[in-house]
């Protein structure tokens, strides 16, 4: 299946959300949604492109999930019958420029959507494990940066399935960026980066 349509949920760890406080980002206890269009997702083995002269370039290391579709208005209880794979996926996001949009209470979609800004893994099978019990790692050359536990998320999978298809009719090839955990931080050009998970596979991309 390939992938459609891209939706992000933001502000979904609660250590995260705290780490970027100080970029005056709100921490009010609920998720965002957000979309990046198909034409972001950068598959393993190509090279992630970063865009240059518009400040930091921030990895967050996310499970993706990829839905079946579903259609409107899916109970949280029915959510999970929805989900064909998972994932791991860096949801890259223009640090500086969406905190600068931010500040004037402006859209800040260039800096989440933009060409390249959606490394994504292969989609493994789905198979009924508990999606609340997942362990996922960045490394960027070699160095921990981040480490997830889905256990984590304030938004559960099944709820944020049941939140996007209250505003749109979830489609087969609709996948989810599910949040991001703590320790998002910059990328650089030359720069080896490494999701894994058990069960999520291994995935490897170089910064050009
Ligand atoms: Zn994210």
């Not at 600068?100 to 789905?126: C, H, R, T, V, Y």
């Amino acid at each position: 299946m390939n992938v459609e349509r891209l939706f992000c949920i933001g502000k979904n760890y609660a250590e995260h959300v705290a780490e970027l406080a100080h970029l005056g980002h709100q921490a009010d206890g609920e998720c965002v949604v957000f979309m990046k269009p198909a034409s972001a997702v950068v598959p393993e083995g190509e090279p992630i492109v970063l865009p240059r002269g518009r400040g930091s370039i921030h990895h967050e290391a996310e499970l993706v999930v990829l839905l079946t579709g579903g259609g409107r208005d899916i109970p949280v209880e029915e959510a999970l019958d929805c989900v064909a794979g998972l994932t791991l996926g860096l949801d890259l996001t223009l640090r500086d420029l969406q905190t600068q949009l931010k500040s004037k209470g402006k859209p800040w979609e260039i800096a989440k959507a933009f060409d390249g800004a959606a490394p994504l893994g292969d989609f493994k099978p789905f198979l009924n494990q508990d999606l609340q019990a997942l362990e996922f790692s960045c490394h960027v050359n070699g160095k921990l940066r981040q480490r997830g536990y889905t256990r984590d998320m304030l938004y559960s999978v099944a709820r944020q399935i049941h939140i996007l298809s209250q505003t749109w009719a979830l489609l087969p090839g609709d996948a989810i960026y599910t949040g991001t955990p703590a320790g998002v931080g910059p990328l650089e050009p030359g720069d080896t980066v490494v999701l894994e998970g058990p069960g999520l596979g291994r995935y490897q991309w170089r910064c050009a």
